[in-house]
């Protein structure tokens, strides 16, 4: 046995040193975890912006070329149907989108589209909810 392990003494201390490699991995496996679920939240809440603000461009833009001279002039309900109609990975129901016009909706006036989200983390106990949200102004063409 001396010959395998060099003495009796680091014989015992390598028995002795089997529940540290457990003991570090599970520390390592830990961390890495927690870095891998932030970075996937983090994504998760950039990817929900982009869609956000891109339907409140697109809503403004439905509104800015639909002022009150056009054949159709849109409305709120018209702006939110086209900004819900826009959010394909999102859940078009917790949409909450605002639109306004300053101050009316005639071309040479601007429109504001503000839309927000809500965001259910993966690890909601910690973070809570977290609301998402984007603004668009224009300027009413016709």
């Known amino acids: 046995m001396s010959a395998l392990y060099g003495s009796p003494l680091s014989a015992r201390r390598l028995r002795r040193s089997g529940g540290n490699a457990i003991v570090e991995t599970a520390l390592c496996l830990l961390l890495f975890l927690t870095i891998f679920i932030g970075i996937m939240e983090f994504a998760m809440g950039v ?5 956000v603000s891109y339907a409140a461009r697109e809503g403004t833009r439905y509104a800015a070329t639909r002022g009150s001279l056009s054949g159709a002039p849109a409305t709120a309900d018209s702006v939110r ?6 959010v394909v990975a999102l859940d078009p129901s917790l949409l909450a989108v605002a ?17 927000r989200y809500p965001i ?13 949200g984007a603004t668009s102004t224009m300027t009413i063409a016709q």
């Open 81 to 86: 149907t086209r900004v819900r109609s826009q």
């Open 99 to 115: 639109t306004t016009w300053n101050p009316n909706n005639i071309p040479g006036n601007t429109v504001t589209v503000d839309v």
């Open 47 to 51: 990817f929900t912006y982009n869609f």
């Open 120 to 132: 259910t983390p993966l690890v909601g106990f910690v973070l809570g909810n977290i609301t998402v």
